[in-house]
């Protein structure tokens, strides 16, 4: 049974930056992708970015290329998404999920992690 605990969100100005972490255990982590998505108030959980085992695959949502970077370090079990340019609308819940490869069918991950706020004041 896969384990993820999610740190790192919280509130910051539009503009600003923000790092989520999200440590696995339970797994060989790297035989995992592993992907963030994100749900708002009221809306569906959406793709934001997903990477592969060991890094070679990688994709973001076409919203946030540019402004966010998903990266992992295997030695240590954790996944991170780096949010730079932070706008009103990125505020959301952030979730991380494993999955067998890096897609961004919501339906390809399994074990959610609890979710993160992430807030963006004006």
């Known amino acids: 049974q896969v384990q993820l605990v999610e740190s790192g969100g919280g509130l910051v100005q539009a503009g600003g930056s923000l790092r989520l972490s999200c440590a696995a255990s339970g797994r060989t982590f790297s035989n995992y992708a592993m992907g963030w998505f994100r749900q708002a108030p009221g809306k569906e959980r959406e793709f934001v970015a997903t990477i592969s085992g060991r890094g070679v695959i990688i994709d973001y949502a076409d919203s946030v290329k540019g402004r966010f970077t998903i990266s992992r370090g295997n030695a240590k079990n954790t996944v991170y998404l780096q949010m730079n340019s932070l706008k009103l609308e990125h505020r959301a819940v952030y979730y991380c999920?494993?999955?067998?490869?890096?897609?961004?069918?919501?339906?390809?991950?399994?074990?959610w992690g609890q979710g993160n706020q992430v807030t963006v004041s004006s």
């Open positions: 999920a494993p999955g067998v490869t890096a897609t961004r069918d919501r339906y390809g991950y399994d074990h």
